[in-house]
């Protein structure tokens, strides 16, 4: 790693912390709106050592707010796309792409190895749930992001426990599939509570979904949901700063209030 790069990072965070993000082994399961933001904070802070994770391709749609997105790059995969941009920022990272979809038959290469954190972006309720279960019955350290689509209000979103989230639709379901699941506390999120009308599509009309991708090859039907390119980044540079705390251990990227004149304190 060429320590002049990260020099701004070093002056915040010490030599120490940045030398410790050049170290770990990150894996991040999905590479769109949310997921390629995220990736871009995660290499420019140094993450040495990344797993990157994606069966999907660029579309037209993605244009307005995913930033792997662009004329050039319509068609192609999404993991080769953000291998490239990778290697742009930092060709040091060392990079392993797995070009798949995440089920249950492929979670076991997902997750193989000594990995320090697991990052959860997908977007289909079946594939997220295996994916949180299966890190979380490992014992391995993960975070996840809830929906972002029909979000309006970027000052609403935070973290929080799934057990403790609200006004989410997808927390919902996801949470409620995970305590059946026997999954209880401890995964933390990114989450709005902010009021949206939709309702997810039922897990049978899900695992059928999965079930017909996996024999034709083919993207998913999924339904087209409004999104804002401002609201959607930034879930996902939420979801890399909860990423960096945890493997961090929290307190290295925890800020100060400031004093209040007008309350004395």
């Known amino acids: 790693m060429r320590s002049e790069q990260f020099l701004r990072i070093t002056r915040l965070l010490g030599e120490e912390a940045v030398q410790s993000l050049h170290e770990k082994r990150v894996v991040l399961v999905g590479l769109g709106a949310v997921g390629g933001m995220c990736l871009e904070s995660l290499v420019r802070s140094g993450i040495g050592n990344l797993r990157i994770v994606d069966f999907d391709t660029v579309g037209i749609t993605n244009l307005n707010r995913q930033i792997l997105a662009t004329y050039e790059t319509l068609g192609r995969p999404k993991t080769e796309v953000a291998a490239e941009r990778v290697k742009a920022i930092n060709p040091d990272c060392n990079l392993e792409v797995l070009s798949l979809f995440a089920n249950q038959e492929t979670l076991g290469q997902i997750l193989d190895g000594d990995v320090d954190l697991v990052i959860d972006a997908i977007d289909s309720v079946n594939p997220k749930c295996a994916l949180l279960e299966q890190a979380y019955k490992r014992n391995m350290n993960v975070v996840s992001s809830m929906g972002a689509a029909l979000r309006r209000d970027p000052f609403l979103i935070r973290k929080g ?20 699941r026997g999954i209880g506390r401890g995964i933390e999120v990114i989450y709005s509570p902010e009021l949206v009308q939709f309702t997810y599509r039922k897990p049978e009309e ?4 999965d079930f017909n991708e996996q024999i034709l090859d083919l993207g998913r039907k999924r339904n087209v949901l409004g999104s804002l390119p401002t609201v959607t980044a930034i879930f996902g540079q939420q979801l890399a700063h909860l990423a960096l705390g945890k493997l961090l251990q929290g307190s290295l990227l925890s800020g100060q209030e400031a004093f209040n004149p007008k309350s004395g304190t």
Do not use: I
């Open 161 to 180: 426990d799934l057990m403790d989230t609200y006004g989410c639709p997808l927390a919902r379901v996801v949470r409620t599939n995970l305590k059946k």
């Open 206 to 209: 899900e695992e059928q979904a």
